[in-house]
């Protein structure tokens, strides 16, 4: 790239000038981790180690994130602004994940997976992080892994690699600019983690634990204990779809609903579906109707369930969930989340079947009791459930974009 274009696509008003090219080895020096070490050196002592899973995950690490090891004055320790490289990964795209050390160095070390770099020259130390986990920078890192089952690099292949700076002042506008996108993504990922503990609560807590006849937590307004209903008394079941082969997928006029989008979802999305042909001897879903798995590799992920909530044509089920359609009114936001309450869980778990993969007995899910109150006491807890999930909906958005917004940045505001 000649010099009058080593600028940037995307760049702050005020600066014009092309940036300077340097190979990482000519503007600073390599040192190893921790050596010699087995595993009863670690867990105890006065020094501290920062972990490879610190590195891998986070641009900035500071001393808020290490593990415990004995003092040891032949190891290196790190110094404020040292970078840190990994250098291995199962993966070519994961190895060579760098990390800008903001903490105190007194007695601190570097994982053994890893090695140090330290600047002989002025960088800033946002600017330098972020641009190592810059697109261009990250592809040449990873042109660098060499292997097969694993993947490494080579700590003086990496130092030959060239990055372009732009001045200092130039460098702390960049750098502060990715310090306050990580600040706002980690704020929205808080308020975000808070409502989805919030849900967990409340599911716990809003429908009757076993042997109660009431919830601990309760709307206003409302009293009297709660009926208990078999689900077989209430509902029938029926199969989703059978006697297919792979050649009958992925076209035609009819849609079934996938394992992946009951598993996830208390209410089934309406968009995620995928093609089949229309077939009259397959049975048909309804508005209304309750999916479950019947299989997974987990007894604490079977028998998961959603409400569907669309009326449709020529739309079927998947052949690893049974449908089950009430025969009474009930609230369907209500049903949802009761299935995907703690008590009505642990139920369904209990039924879990298997050794290397667990599956239920859609007879035996007709067997279990649950919590009914009037319709509308349903109607106001369905409602609940329905806008905090909307709530934590809008927050995983809003985190997508600002990644989006990360990861744009990260190639056009770098050479």
Known sequence: MGEKNNIPQIRFNGFDESWEVKKLGEIGFTYSGLFG??????GHGEGKYITYMNIFSNPITNVDITAPIEIDINQNEVEFGDVFFTTSSETPEEVGMTSVWLGSGKNTY???FCFGYRLTEELDSYFIAYLLRSFNTRKKITYLAQGISRYN???NKVMQICISRPKI???YHIGSYFQNLDKLITLQQQKHDKLVTLKKAMLDKMFPTEGADVPEIRFMGFTGDWDEEKLGDIGYTYTGLTGKTKAD????NGKYITYMNVFSNPVADNDITEAIEVDNNQNKVQFGDVFFTTSSETPEEVG???????NCH????NSFCFGYRPNIKVDNYYFAYLLRSTVIRKRIIFL???ISRYNISKNKVMEISVPLPNLEEQKQIGSYFQNLDKLISLHQQEIQKLKNIKKACLEKMFV
């Open 153 to 155: 690099i080579s700590k």
């Open 37 to 42: 070490k087995s595993k009863i050196d670690f």
């Open 314 to 317: 020529n739309t079927y089920l």
């Open 352 to 354: 879990a079947q298997g």
């Open 249 to 252: 997928f992925g076209h035609g």
């Open 304 to 310: 998961m369930s959603s409400v569907w909530l669309k």
């Open 169 to 171: 002042s130039e460098q």
């Open 110 to 112: 570097l994982n053994s």
